[in-house]
């Protein structure tokens, strides 16, 4: 039988040892090159947590080598375990090794790794991980994204082109969530009507203003493009464009614009011209057959012709060019500040083939070489990291980490009787997860990104692709949702409506034109909290690119700690009532437990027993975020 020491650290994250690759457990240069040496540390806590003996492993060259680590200071609550890392491969991998002898001398071993502590056997895929160069500009990890989908956020009222395609809606027309139609419906938002409400974007305290695609297409949501060429003149042309991002820059919110390196729409002069046509310049941009008249369409839709990357002319134009299509729009006059890649977990493979990382490397040199800083985020529906080494997309706007596992935390116990929807999956929603679960499910998603990758990850409650959330969450679980968001490593990306808790059964339902001066179509007025977390993310770093370590995680209730050296931030999150809780020495606050950074719902109850611990409990759903003394680098 094991002994209590084994036990306790077993028992939960307040036990374990601790380490995350952020600047408090990673010593050395922000941006380490190949052929440096690191110092990497690893948190333990003192008494039942404490190993006897630490060792780091590293990867080089794909051999695992094991270096002893010291005692490297403490504060009488945990101690710290240092070792050097040798920077030997363009992404170090890294994990520990842990001996533990319990309280009748016999010894145990644990592995630690970026997916937690083990007593077995892991496999490399979830070791800790470094990337040489290619840092994240400041700017990306400081964002808050505010997506809009232009046909849905603003009419200005400007006459605008028709096509054949649509079907013209009102305003106030109910938006049809599946059918024919459904791809249809235009509403007339455009360019003009997103600059006339910049300022309910500042009064949010987004930074970044993300548009889904405005170039001409055969739907309202443009992902079919015709044409990279021009701005779709139904949203108001180029002129629109340069407009809006110079009132967006005047107001110091960067731009952010939706490219489609999967495919184009079959309507695009580049296929219309190919198609039947095997002599034309462009016909090796896609996969036709020998006579042109067959080709890969992406997920076999026929609208949806697939690009074929093995085409140098195709890479010339789209990315190399002086005025190729991902150079164009950052230049003058336009001045886009980035792209966010449609489908960039699809882009470059068919098959066997597999170009992925060779085009987002190619499009971040480029992109990097134009317009230094620019940022370059990839949409990816499952497992991402494989796809992020860190010198390629910098992030990734993705479900499977963040989205997708914290829906199931905080998922209604019975799912809705109709439409229900999770992710595409045959279920009626979201299966209900603990909150170790949620955890798990988290890290393992995460464990396979840098630290600086994780930064400028986009965490979304949900997209114009997604449901809403509210729909699937508990009553208050969207604001709980948007606690977490706010207070993890990441990008908080924020769809229009979110802010005034809309519904939506699936994406397209989601798509709602936004409710202006409509209070009755609501499903909560959420402007304050979403404005509130905005600031508080921007008054303390720690919610930045603090460090992220769990501290309890059962049942109902969350708790990590946000650490930095200019503070550090205490998050509390339960979605149920919680009793009494002793956090031991885990968690330590700053100051008086009664002055909390954010309160939701006043059902969270922080106190400081008479030996200093903290304490919490919750009777419902609610949050309470504090000041807390930080450990790492910064003790």
């Known amino acids: 039988m094991p002994g209590d020491r084994m036990q306790g650290i077993d028992s939960g994250p307040a036990l374990q040892p601790h380490h995350d690759g952020s600047p408090a457990y990673v010593l050395g240069p922000a941006a380490p090159q190949l052929g440096g040496v690191l110092r ?35 504060d009488g609550s945990h101690d710290f375990f240092e070792a050097p890392l040798p920077m030997v491969n363009p992404v170090q991998r890294y994990r520990w090794y842990l001996q533990y002898p319990d309280a009748a001398g016999e010894v145990g071993y644990r592995w630690f790794n970026a997916a937690g502590l083990h007593r077995r056997d892991v496999p490399d895929a979830f070791d800790f991980r470094i990337h040489a160069g290619h840092p994240t500009p400041d700017w990306i990890k400081e964002s808050v994204m505010y997506q809009v989908f232009p046909d849905r956020f603003a ?76 701005v779709d003149p139904m949203l108001g042309g180029d002129a629109a464009l340069v407009s809006l991002v110079e009132a967006a820059h005047a107001r110091g919110l960067r731009v952010v614009g939706d490219l489609t390196t999967n495919h184009t729409g079959a309507g695009h002069h580049w296929f219309v011209d190919a198609y039947r046509n095997p002599g034309a310049s462009t016909g090796q941009y896609y ?87 620019a940022m370059l985020l990839a949409e990816s529906t499952s497992d991402a990291a494989p796809d992020v080494p860190g010198d390629g997309w910098q992030g990734v706007v993705s479900y499977s980490n963040f989205t997708r596992p914290l829906w199931q935390w905080l998922a209604r116990e019975e799912p809705p009787e109709q439409n229900g929807w999770f992710f595409g999956l045959p279920q009626p ?78 994406g397209e339902d989601s798509r709602t034109p936004m409710p202006w001066g409509a209070p009755e179509k609501w499903g909560k007025d959420l402007r304050p909290l979403y404005a509130d977390l905005a600031a508080l993310r921007a008054g303390h770093r720690a ?45 330590q606050l700053a100051g008086d437990p009664g002055s909390a950074l954010l309160a939701l719902g006043n059902a969270v109850d922080v106190a400081v027993d008479e030996t200093g611990e903290v304490t919490v409990g919750a009777s419902g759903p609610g949050a309470s975020f504090h000041l807390a003394k930080a450990t790492g680098a910064w003790s």
Not at 287 to 300: C, D, V
Not at 353 to 371: C, F, G, P, S, T
């Open 40 to 74: 990497v540390r690893l948190r333990v806590p003192a008494g039942a947590g404490a190993p006897a003996a630490v060792w780091l492993r590293s990867l080089r060259d794909g051999e695992p080598h094991l270096e002893p680590a010291g005692k490297a200071g403490g």
């Open 155 to 230: 009419n200005s009222g400007a006459d605008k082109p028709r096509a054949g395609w649509m079907v013209a809606c009102d305003w106030d027309t109910a938006v049809r969530g599946t059918g024919p139609e459904t791809s249809r419906q235009f509403y007339g938002g455009d360019l003009p009507g997103i600059q006339g409400h910049l300022g309910h974007l500042a009064d949010l305290g987004a930074t970044v203003l993300y548009l889904t695609p405005i170039f001409p297409a055969a739907s309202n949501h443009r992902y079919d493009a015709s044409s990279f060429d021009e």
């Open 287 to 373: 996969y036709f057959n020998e006579e042109h008249t067959e080709y890969e369409a992406w997920l076999g839709v026929p609208s949806l012709p697939k690009l074929n990357w093995n085409s140098a002319a195709l890479r010339e134009r789209f990315i190399l060019a002086d005025d190729s299509v991902a150079v164009r729009w950052l230049k003058a006059p336009f001045n886009l500040d980035g792209w966010r890649i449609d489908v960039g977990n699809m882009t470059g493979r068919r098959g066997s083939e597999d170009l992925n990382h060779e085009v987002a490397r190619m499009l971040r040199q480029r992109i990097e070489e134009v317009k230094p800083g």
């Open 429 to 506: 929603g979201p299966a209900r997860l603990d909150a170790a679960d949620f955890v798990a499910t988290h890290r393992e998603m995460s464990a396979g990104f840098s630290w600086e990758v994780r930064l400028a990850n986009a965490n979304a409650l949900d997209t114009h692709d997604t449901a809403r959330a509210a729909s699937h969450m508990i009553d208050g679980g969207q604001e709980l949702a948007a606690c977490v968001q706010f207070a993890f490593p990441g990008i908080p990306l924020v769809f229009a409506g979110d802010e005034f808790g809309l519904h939506g059964f699936n």
């Open 543 to 587: 919610l930045i690119d603090g460090s992220l370590r769990w501290i309890a995680a059962e049942g109902n209730l969350l708790v990590w700690v946000r650490e930095h050296s200019t503070g550090s931030v205490l998050c509390v999150v339960a979605r149920g009532p919680v009793a009494e809780t002793n956090l031991g020495a885990a968690a």
